[in-house]
């Protein structure tokens, strides 16, 4: 079970962490998990670059290890990254202290003060100490990306037209929505993304990377 839409009381339980942006203009925060990918993700930096779009890229680091161009890439093109996890640990299974080490792994090879736990799940203990480590030399506080879209690209039993409905239902100023770049995915973001990107284009949004 999840849900395409983050509720006020879902918000309300972990107000520590980022679930949208501002809401006083019309910019949208498109967000990608678990690459980088050898296919996914030269796909979305096209089609980012088609609409002259910014995106932040959460990454995995043995994905960055398995990708080191494309990683580059995701940079050179002028997006933001975020730290994903080395090896996308759950959190709620995960003991802290390995939770915490593995997080730092991916540090080292991922320069950014932007944390999203895979699958949205974490401690509050994981949370806690998350908040006290500095994962950039550039930075002093990790900040936790959540969202309020969830376009559901990773549910193999969602079609590709549910999925791009879920992201036009749902989202408003300020909103910061989640696809993948990944194996599961691809159908689905392949086919909503560039919709997206047009819809809310022509409707005069335009497409930020989280700072």
């Known amino acids: 079970m999840y ?29 990608f998990d678990d690459g980088p990918h050898k296919e996914a993700t030269p796909f979305i930096l096209e089609q980012l670059y088609n609409y002259n779009a910014k995106a932040t890229f959460f990454c995995i680091g043995k994905n960055v290890v398995e990708n080191p161009t494309i990683y580059q890439q995701i940079i050179a093109q002028g997006n933001a990254v975020g730290n994903h996890t080395q090896h996308h640990l759950n959190g709620w299974k995960a003991k802290t202290n390995i939770y915490i080490d593995d997080v730092k792994n991916a540090a080292q090879l991922i320069s950014s003060n932007l944390f999203r736990p895979p699958y949205g799940r974490i401690k509050r203990q994981q949370a806690k100490q998350l908040a006290t480590i500095p994962l950039s030399t550039n930075h002093l506080h990790t900040k936790i990306i959540m969202w309020d879209v969830l376009s559901g690209d990773f549910d193999t039993s969602l079609s590709p037209e549910a999925c791009l409905k879920n992201v036009l239902t749902y989202t408003q100023n300020g909103s910061i929505i989640v696809f993948h770049d990944s194996d599961k995915a691809w159908k689905r973001m392949s086919f909503a993304l560039p919709k997206v990107l047009a819809h809310f284009t022509e409707k005069g949004f335009v497409f930020k990377s989280i700072i």
């Open 3 to 31: 849900l395409s839409k983050t509720y006020w009381w879902l918000k309300a339980l972990y107000p520590s962490f980022v679930w949208n942006m501002p809401r006083d203009e019309k910019v949208l925060y498109l967000t």
